[in-house]
């Protein structure tokens, strides 16, 4: 069992950066892959990024790529999520989910999910 905890989401303007933060405990951090997901009102959760293990390999959804960057560091069991030039749209509850097999980007590819951090940017 993997535990996932988010932090770092709030209340920003438009245009405005928030960097989110997923500390994981459990099985190996550096062994698995890692990604965001977010959840509107209303909305399907949708996948927002992902990366590899090794953090050689990434993943964007279209609607944030060029804005987003997804990253982790191994030696303390975390991923990040830094978001810049945010948009109204953006906002949603964001969670971390570890993979556990198929496609980084299909929700049903990952087994734990942490809470998840509420992101509002205002217009």
């Known amino acids: 069992q993997v535990q996932l905890v988010e932090s770092g989401g709030g209340l920003v303007q438009a245009g405005g950066s928030l960097r989110l933060s997923c500390a994981s405990s459990?099985?190996?951090?550096?062994?698995?892959?890692m990604g965001w997901f977010r959840q509107a009102p209303g909305k399907e959760r949708e996948f927002v990024a992902a990366?590899?293990?090794?953090?050689?390999?990434?993943y964007y959804a279209d609607s944030v790529k060029g804005r987003f960057t997804i990253s982790r560091d191994n030696a303390e069991n975390t991923v990040y999520l830094q978001m810049n030039s945010l948009k109204p749209e953006d906002t949603a509850v964001y969670y971390c989910?570890?993979?556990?097999?198929?496609?980084?980007?299909?929700?049903?590819?990952?087994?734990?999910w942490g809470q998840g951090t509420q992101v509002t940017v205002s217009s």
């Open positions: 459990g099985r190996s951090f550096s062994t698995g892959g």
């Open positions: 989910a570890a993979r556990r097999y198929g496609p980084y980007t299909i929700r049903s590819s990952y087994g734990d």
């Open positions: 990366i590899s293990p090794g953090g050689g390999s990434v």
